[in-house]
C-alpha cells in the first residue's frame, strides 16, 4: 500500500503544473476560448513539447510508456487549469484505441504523428438515441469487398470537429442494441462522405455532429475484431472514465481553493464572512466531497489496468459514480458560497462549475452508473447464508 | 502508488481470518452477526484471547504489549476483528486511557495499569461529558480539590458507556477553577470505580438499551499518584485521546460485515411480491452506501499511510475528521436500509443487549433488532465530537477558516 508518486512522476506533475500556472491562467484561457478552433494550437504544441501528446504509448512506438497513474497526474493538473484542448480524445481515447485495437504497423505510422502534436483524434460514438449505453449503436458498416462503407449519425462528438482521424462505432451485425455485431473503424475524417459540423458545448470544449454517408474504408480500418468490439470499447471508456475522475478532482480542488479565499477575503456584516459556522461547515462538507473523489480517483487509476473486464467496469462504475455526486456537490457549492459573483462569466468557479457539470454527463452520468453498478449487484457480496 | 495489498499483508490477513475461526467461540459470532451487542464476558472472554496472541494492543510500544505493526498491518488486524463480527478490544482500554497513559503517564503508572488494560482485567469507563459540558467539553466542572497526597472529586460525569462493567474510570476534573481559560486547570485522573462515594445510575437510550450511564461523585478520594501528566495540562491528554477515537470511528470492516449480512437478508425478506433485494429503490440506496463506503476505504488507508510516515509524531491529523463524519453516516444510513428491509416486522422491536424472551417469536432476530439498532446508532454521529464539531476543526485545522 502506497500513495506517494514517485520520482519521475512528481517531476511529471511539478512540470505540468508549472507550464499551466504560467500560461493557462484565466484570462488567458478565456483568450484562447475565443478564437475560431476554441483551444490554443501553441499550448498543443507545448504539451507535445512537454511529451504529454506521446504519454500513454510504448517507447518503441515512438511514446513515452506512460501508465494509467501518468494519465491521471496530467489530468488533474489539466482539470485544475480547465484546459480546453483535445487531450483527452486524441491522447486518451484515440490513444487507448490505437494501443489496444490497432496493428503495430498503424501505431507505427501514427504514434509519432500525434506525438509531434500534427494529428487529432476523435471518437465517434454516441448517437441520438443511445445516450450512455456503449452497446447501443445504429450506424451501419456493410462489407465492401474487402473493406467496409459506413452509414449513420454520430451526435456530441467530443471535439470531432478538428480532428484527422475518427474512431467510429457502427453495427456490422445483430440489432442496435445487440452487444455482439459492433466494429470499431479508424476513419479519415476528410474521406467522402464524412461531414462535420463544430460547436462549443457548454463547459467551453469543442464538439461535433458527424454524418456518416456511404463512406467507404478498406480492412486497414478495422480496430480490433470487427465482429465484437465491444471489449474494446469498454476497455478504452473505462480509461478515459480513469482520466476524467482526476480531471475532475484537480477541477473540485482548484474550485474549492478559490472558494475557501474567497470566505477569508469577502466581507460582510463587518467581518469575512468565512467567519460564519454555516459556511466553514459547508467548506468542510465540500472537502469531504473532494476526498472522496480524490480516493476513487486512485481506484479508478489502479482499475483502468485491470484485466478482468467485469471487475474493471464494475469499479470504474463506482469511481463514475463518487465522482459524479461529489463533482455536483463541490460545483454547486462553490457557487453558492461565492453568491452572485460565481454566476457571471467573468469569474472563473462557474467555469469550473460547468466542466465539473459537464464530466459527469461524459461517459454516463452517476445516475447511469448508479442503476448499471446497483443492477450489477453492487460491490459487496452477500454473506454466505 | 500502489493500492494493492502486497502477498505479505494478504497472506496476514489470511492469519488472522483463521486465527479468529479457531478460536472464536460460537456463540459470541451468532450473537453479534444477529446484530446484538457482544455480552461483558464476550468482549472479556474475546479480548483475553487476542491478547495471549499478543493482538490486543497491536498499536502499542512493543515494551507494553505492542507489535511494532505498520498502522496497514493493524488496519488489517482490526477490519477482519469487524467483518467476522468478532468483539473488538475494549476501546476505552486500549484506544483511549491506555495511549494516554502511554504518552502522558509515569514509569509506576504503567507498570500498574498497561498490563490489565491490555488484558481487560480491569474494565474501563470514560468520564468526560457533563451535564452542562457535552460539545464544549473544557467548560466541565466536576472538581477536584487536592487535600494532602489526595484529590478530593465532587461532581456529576454522564453518557458514561458500560460503567455498569466497569473497574476504573479515566477522568478530566476541574483543579484550578480560577485559570485564566477553561482549557487551563482540568487534571486527567484515574479512579478506582469501588471508591466510596461514587455513585452509578442507569440511563435507558431511546431503543431501551441500558448502554450509558450517570456517575456521581462524592467526595470521593483519589491518591495523589492517580494523576496523569501535569496537574492543570490534562487538557492535553484530553485532545491527544480525542484524535486517537475518531480514526477507529470510521469502521469500515463493521460496515462491510453488516452490508453482507443486509444482502443476505434482503435476499429473502419480501417485498412487494419478491425479494427487497430486487426492488431498485433499495437496491440503488444500498449501492450508494457501498460505494461511498469504498471511498471512505481507500481515504482512511491514505489517512492510515500518512501516519506510517509522519511515525512518532503525537499531532492529531485533521484528515481523521473526515473519516469519524462519513463513517459515522454511513453506519447510520446501513442502519436505515435494515429498517427498511425489516418493513412492519420492525414494529416488534427487541433489546440490542437483552435476550429475547419476551419477544414475539414470528419475527426474524434481524428484523426484531433493525428498529431499536437504528435508533441506537443516532448516537454515532453525537459522540467523539459530534459531527459538527468535527467540521469545526476541519474548517480551523485545514481550511484556516
Known amino acids: 500500500m502506497d500513495f506517494d508518486l514517485t520520482e519521475e512522476q512528481r517531476l511529471l506533475q511539478d512540470s505540468v503544473g508549472r507550464l499551466l500556472a504560467d500560461r493557462y491562467k484565466f484570462e488567458q484561457r478565456k483568450a484562447y476560448m475565443k478564437t475560431p478552433e476554441g483551444w ?80 487529432l483524434l476523435a471518437f465517434a460514438h454516441t448517437e441520438a438515441q443511445s445516450r450512455y449505453d456503449l452497446h447501443d449503436v445504429a450506424t451501419a458498416a456493410k462489407r465492401d469487398g474487402a473493406g467496409w462503407v459506413l452509414d449513420g449519425r454520430k451526435t456530441v462528438v467530443l471535439h470531432g470537429d478538428s480532428a484527422h482521424r475518427l474512431v467510429v462505432t457502427a453495427r456490422t451485425g445483430g440489432g442496435q442494441r445487440d452487444r455482439k455485431g459492433i466494429g470499431v473503424f479508424l476513419v479519415d475524417a476528410a474521406a467522402p462522405g464524412v461531414s462535420r459540423r463544430g460547436f462549443t458545448a457548454v463547459d467551453g470544449h469543442r464538439a461535433a455532429e458527424v454524418t456518416l454517408e456511404g463512406v467507404r474504408v478498406g480492412p486497414e480500418a478495422v480496430l480490433g475484431d470487427p465482429e465484437d468490439g465491444l471489449p474494446l470499447v469498454d476497455r478504452v471508456v473505462d480509461e478515459a472514465i480513469a482520466a476524467l475522475a482526476a480531471e475532475a478532482v484537480g477541477a473540485m480542488e482548484a474550485v474549492h481553493a478559490l472558494t475557501v479565499e474567497y470566505l477569508k477575503t469577502r466581507r460582510q456584516f463587518g467581518r469575512p464572512i468565512g467567519s460564519f459556522q454555516a459556511l466553514q461547515h459547508r467548506a468542510a462538507e465540500m472537502m469531504v466531497a473532494l476526498e472522496e473523489a480524490r480516493s476513487m480517483a486512485m481506484l ?58 459537464a464530466i459527469d454527463m461524459t461517459f454516463g452520468d452517476a445516475e447511469h452508473h448508479l442503476d448499471a453498478l446497483a443492477g450489477a449487484g453492487g460491490l459487496i457480496s452477500a454473506a454466505a447464508a | 502508488m500502489e493500492l494493492r495489498f502486497t502477498e505479505e499483508e494478504r497472506a496476514f490477513r489470511q492469519e488472522v481470518r483463521d486465527f479468529i475461526d479457531r478460536n472464536l467461540p460460537a456463540a459470541t459470532r451468532e450473537r453479534m452477526e444477529s446484530g446484538r451487542t457482544p455480552t461483558k464476558e464476550m468482549v472479556v472472554q474475546w479480548q483475553r484471547t487476542l491478547n495471549a496472541r499478543g493482538w490486543a494492543v497491536p498499536h502499542w510500544p512493543v515494551e507494553w504489549g505492542g507489535t511494532g505493526w505498520s498502522p496497514i498491518r493493524r488496519f488489517i488486524l482490526q477490519e477482519e476483528i469487524q467483518q467476522t463480527p468478532a468483539p473488538q478490544p475494549l476501546a476505552f482500554n486500549t484506544s483511549m486511557c491506555g495511549p494516554v497513559i502511554i504518552a502522558f503517564g509515569t514509569e509506576a503508572q504503567k507498570k500498574r495499569f498497561l498490563p490489565r488494560m491490555a488484558n481487560l482485567d480491569d474494565w474501563w469507563c470514560q468520564g468526560f461529558s457533563e451535564p452542562g459540558a457535552g460539545s464544549d467539553l473544557a467548560s466541565l466542572k466536576c472538581a477536584a480539590k487536592r487535600v494532602g497526597d489526595h484529590y478530593v472529586v465532587n461532581g456529576q460525569k454522564t453518557w458514561t458507556t458500560l460503567a455498569q462493567h466497569a473497574d476504573w474510570i479515566f477522568l478530566l476534573v476541574r483543579t484550578d477553577p480560577q485559570a485564566a481559560k477553561p482549557q487551563e486547570g482540568i487534571s486527567f485522573l484515574l479512579v478506582d470505580m469501588k471508591t466510596p462515594g461514587i455513585t452509578v445510575r442507569p440511563i435507558i437510550t431511546i431503543d431501551g438499551a441500558h448502554e450509558v450511564n450517570e456517575v456521581f461523585f462524592d467526595d470521593v478520594k483519589v491518591p495523589v499518584e492517580n494523576l ?19 480514526t477507529g470511528q470510521a469502521r469500515v470492516g463493521a460496515s462491510k460485515e453488516r452490508i453482507r449480512r443486509l444482502k443476505l437478508i434482503a435476499s429473502q425478506a419480501p417485498g412487494g411480491g419478491r425479494p427487497i433485494i430486487e426492488d431498485p429503490r433499495f437496491r440503488e440506496r444500498l449501492t450508494e452506501v457501498e460505494v461511498q463506503l469504498k471511498a471512505l476505504e481507500i481515504t482512511t488507508l491514505r489517512v492510515l499511510a500518512t501516519e506510517q510516515k509522519n511515525l512518532g509524531q503525537r499531532k492529531p491529523n485533521p484528515a481523521s475528521s473526515i473519516l469519524k463524519i462519513r463513517g459515522t453516516e454511513l453506519q447510520q444510513a446501513i442502519s436505515e436500509l435494515f429498517v427498511l428491509a425489516a418493513g412492519p416486522y420492525g414494529l416488534a422491536g427487541a433489546h440490542p443487549d437483552a435476550d429475547r424472551r419476551n419477544e414475539p417469536e414470528f419475527v426474524p432476530d434481524w428484523a426484531a433488532l433493525a428498529q431499536p439498532t437504528y435508533f441506537n446508532w443516532r448516537k454515532q454521529s453525537i459522540y467523539g465530537g459530534s459531527n459538527e464539531i468535527q467540521k469545526n476543526i476541519m474548517a480551523k485545522a485545514f481550511l484556516g477558516l
Not at chain 1, 329 to 348: D, F, K, N, R
Open chain 2, 228 to 246: 496523569v501528566g501535569t496537574e492543570n495540562r490534562g487538557w492535553d491528554c484530553a485532545k491527544f485521546l480525542l484524535s486517537n477515537e475518531r
Open chain 1, 300 to 357: 479508478g487509476a489502479m482499475m483502468a489496468e485491470e484485466e478482468d473486464a467485469v471487475e474493471r467496469r464494475r469499479q470504474m462504475r463506482a469511481v463514475k459514480l463518487q465522482v459524479g455526486r461529489s463533482a455536483k456537490y463541490v460545483g454547486q457549492q462553490a457557487i453558492q458560497l461565492h453568491g452572485g459573483i460565481a454566476m457571471t462569466m467573468e469569474y472563473a468557479a462557474g467555469h469550473y462549475f460547468k466542466r465539473l457539470t
Open chain 1, 40 to 119: 490554443s494550437r501553441e499550448m498543443w504544441t507545448a504539451y507535445a513539447e512537454l511529451g504529454l501528446l506521446a504519454l500513454p504509448f510504448a517507447e518503441a512506438e515512438g511514446g513515452h510508456g506512460g501508465g494509467a497513474e501518468e494519465t491521471m497526474i496530467v489530468a488533474e493538473q489539466m482539470g485544475r487549469a480547465l484546459t480546453l484542448e483535445p487531450w483527452l480524445p486524441t491522447v486518451v481515447l484515440g490513444g487507448g484505441f490505437l494501443r489496444h485495437g490497432a496493428s503495430a504497423e498503424q501505431r507505427r505510422a501514427l504514434v509519432p504523428r500525434i506525438a509531434a502534436g500534427e494529428m
